[in-house]
């Protein structure tokens, strides 16, 4: 049985510092005139922002986080969640019914790409926020999303484009989170228009992004979905990306019911891991054969590391306690973290980006569920 002492710790410090910290410094009206926004990030030594922009991928996932911070019981989070839901019906909604990509610091759309990850993040946003707004109006919202998704971004060769106008290579990444979004959906509103499309992600998973000939999850891909190969022929992947979908592929069938297709991947996507995995972590980026192709670490594998680590078929104790102790050593004690580390496992200097906030946040919370 997991000893769940070392989670309630990572939990403790997300609650008791990482939250606080965030809604404190992380929501700012700019010095510069400035409108009310997420930041993009904290300079570690004086806790402010330096960034002269914004983007929707920031504001929707601070959403997400803040609507978790709510429904725990964190005092001053509704406010920030209002602030996101009223971010993408004031400044990012376009007439087309999708939302603008980047923003000034008055909130003025300074580039209308529709981009999909976000889109994906956005509809996250939404679905989270039940129960702080009404949950039919966040209902009707989260429908309407995924209306224009499956109307505006979809692929003739498969899937969803990247963005509009388009834009190449193609990417496994963004429809993970997509099914990541409809997951959430279905789970908070039962409606079964988000299970019926998180489906067709999940046969795209086993017939495109999982590179049978390779074992890994590929990253890249052609118009047609074959994938990106080195000069080599070999399939890069990115391990953190494996951990993803461990958790995913478990989390749609708690809903969709047991899929054959689906018993040996969990085994696949982390012997891959497992493979490349050092003593500092699970690098950023990985060739099929094992070799590392990036010496840098970054914090958000580490997250999605946790999740795999528990949900795998060979979990352990010590499978668990490694992932826990991994993660552990990349938090401050004031709710910052060391976002990317060096070959050799040294911090690297820089500002902590409020994006993985997110990451910290999921992992935490889905740590606690699965060892309650």
Not at 264 to 280: E, G
Not at 307 to 325: G, I, M, P, Y
Request: aromatic residues 10%; proline residues 5%.
């Amino acid at each position: 049985m997991i000893n769940a002492t070392s989670i309630a710790d990572l939990g403790a410090w997300l609650r008791e510092a990482a939250w606080p910290l965030w809604l404190k410094r992380g929501v700012s009206a700019d010095g510069v005139g400035g409108l009310a926004g997420f930041v993009e990030s904290l300079e570690p030594s004086t806790l402010t922002c330096r960034a002269n922009f914004r983007r929707l991928r920031v504001a929707a996932r601070q959403t997400y986080v803040f609507s978790q911070g709510f429904h725990d019981g964190l005092a001053g989070a509704e406010d920030a969640v209002a602030l996101g839901i009223g971010f993408f019906a004031q400044h990012a909604a376009q007439p087309d019914g999708g939302h603008a990509w980047r923003f000034d610091l008055n909130n003025r759309a300074i580039d209308t790409t529709r981009d999909l990850y976000d889109h994906a993040f956005v509809l996250l946003a939404l679905t989270s926020a039940a129960g702080v707004f009404p949950r039919e109006m966040m209902h009707d919202e989260a429908r309407h999303l995924l209306r224009y998704i499956q109307e505006v971004f979809v692929h003739p060769a498969g899937g969803y484009g990247e963005s509009v106008p388009p834009s190449s290579p193609r990417r496994q990444n963004p429809h993970m989170h997509l099914l990541e979004s409809l997951l959430a959906a279905y789970e908070t509103f039962g409606d079964t228009a988000f299970l019926d499309a998180a489906r067709p992600l999940v046969d795209l998973f086993v017939d495109r992004f999982f590179v049978a000939d390779a074992g890994v999850i590929g990253e890249y891909f052609f118009d047609d979905l074959s994938p990106m190969r080195d000069e080599n022929g070999m399939v890069g992947f990115e391990p953190g990306h494996h951990c993803e979908w461990v958790w995913l592929l478990d989390w749609y069938q708690r809903y969709a019911g047991p899929d054959t297709r689906l018993a040996a991947f969990s085994a696949q996507l982390m012997a891959a891991v497992d493979k490349c995995a050092t003593p500092f972590g699970v690098p950023d980026a990985v060739r099929q054969d094992g070799k590392i192709t990036t010496g840098s670490y970054r914090l958000w594998p580490q997250t999605e590391r946790l999740k795999a680590e528990l949900l795998r078929a060979d979990s352990s104790d010590a499978l668990v306690a490694n992932a826990v102790a991994q993660l552990a050593s990349w938090l401050h004690p004031n709710g910052l973290w060391d976002e990317r580390r060096d070959p050799r496992g040294t911090p690297m200097a820089g500002d902590v980006p409020a994006s993985s906030l997110y990451h910290l946040t999921c992992a935490i919370l889905t740590a606690e569920q699965i060892v309650a």
